[in-house]
């Protein structure tokens, strides 16, 4: 079956997981095989190959056969190399009204009851219609899954200016609400420099939706070589790789998705709206009178900050520097 126009209803709140596949056929089986044990059945698998050279569609259509009639959907529709998100968002854009929609990426391993927490935590949410997204922490492995550690802390109650600073909510652990998807939808693709999982939290939280964050870990996330994104264990790895990327790509990252952001004023809150005005004219003020500007903009919105002391310094020194 190549394309997305009909599931099987197997009752409230189905999930659509998204997986694209990119020359990932050394774990694709182990992450496949947990997408089975999942707790909440009631799921279907939307998917693409992303230009491949190795086994990997192979891989997953040998899944698809084994899985009941209609629950495994590969997209054929374009068949060049899109890119990590540019290809979620064609995946995005298959999944029908009223279905949750889980990223997932090929070389992790899902707890069992990954899915079933996610919908519990969005089902009360869906009736307010309001975006939602769920997201969580992971336990950091190895390319063989020994364990190396957590993924930091998540807060309990991000803010818009948080999701500007930095992302918290990695792909890999995102489920949308079905309102979060048609927002996420009417935003894509996003900027260059920033993946699909990092605009989806800038726009479910720069509407003003819900964004919920598990603490308890929900997958295995493998770190490896061929990582599109990786994810150091410890405050200070993570503070000292920031200091050593510099404030160029970050700053440009940053300037970008302001902009960006402001291109869909339309779909985000008044107030978040005149945030990102603001941030705009400060950032364009040069030398030391921009630098007073910024500053004050700091003390203006406490809540543009990440994480720990460490990535915030850094933060701080490259956003006041513009």
Not at 4 to 27: E, K, Q, W, Y
Not at 75 to 92: K, M, N, P, Q, W
Not at 145 to 163: D, E, K, N, Q, Y
Request: glycine share 6%; aromatic share 8%; proline share 6%.
């Amino acid at each position: 079956m190549n394309s997305s126009d009909s599931f099987p209803s197997r009752g409230a709140m189905p999930v659509c997981i998204l997986l694209s596949v990119h020359n990932g056929a050394t774990f694709l089986a182990d992450q496949l095989r947990s997408l089975v044990q999942q707790t909440h059945q009631d799921w279907a698998l939307i998917w693409r190959d992303d230009g491949s050279t190795d086994d990997s569609a192979r891989i997953v259509q040998h899944f698809a056969d084994t899985q009941p009639a209609g629950r495994c959907v590969q997209i054929t529709r374009i068949t060049e190399r899109l890119g990590v998100a540019r290809s979620f968002a064609l995946l995005l854009d298959q999944v029908p009204d009223g279905h949750l929609a889980a990223f997932c990426d090929q070389d992790d391993v899902w707890f069992p009851d990954k899915l079933e927490r996610a919908a519990q935590a969005l089902l009360p949410l869906h009736a307010t219609g309001r975006p939602a997204l769920y997201c969580s922490r992971q336990v950091l492995t190895d390319a063989a899954l020994a364990r190396l550690g957590l993924s930091p802390l998540l807060p309990s109650a991000p803010t818009f200016s948080m999701a500007l600073a930095q992302n918290i909510a990695t792909g890999c652990t995102i489920t949308l609400s079905p309102a979060a998807i048609r927002l996420v939808r009417a935003a894509m693709p996003p900027p260059a420099r920033t993946l699909h999982d990092w605009w989806s939290y800038l726009l479910v939280s720069g509407a003003d939706g819900q964004v919920v964050t598990d603490n308890r870990p929900s997958l295995y996330y493998r770190q490896h070589q061929s990582n599109a994104v990786g994810a150091p264990a410890h405050v200070a790895a993570r503070a000292l790789a920031a200091f050593r990327r510099g404030p160029g790509p970050f700053m440009s990252a940053f300037r970008t998705n302001v902009a960006q952001l402001l291109c869909h004023a339309d779909l985000l809150s008044d107030r978040n709206t005149a945030t990102l005005t603001t941030l705009q004219q400060a950032l364009a003020i040069r030398g030391p009178a921009g630098w007073l500007a910024r500053f004050r903009l700091l003390r203006r919105l406490p809540g543009l900050r990440r994480g720990t002391r460490a990535e915030q310094m850094v933060f701080r020194s490259w956003f006041l520097l513009g």
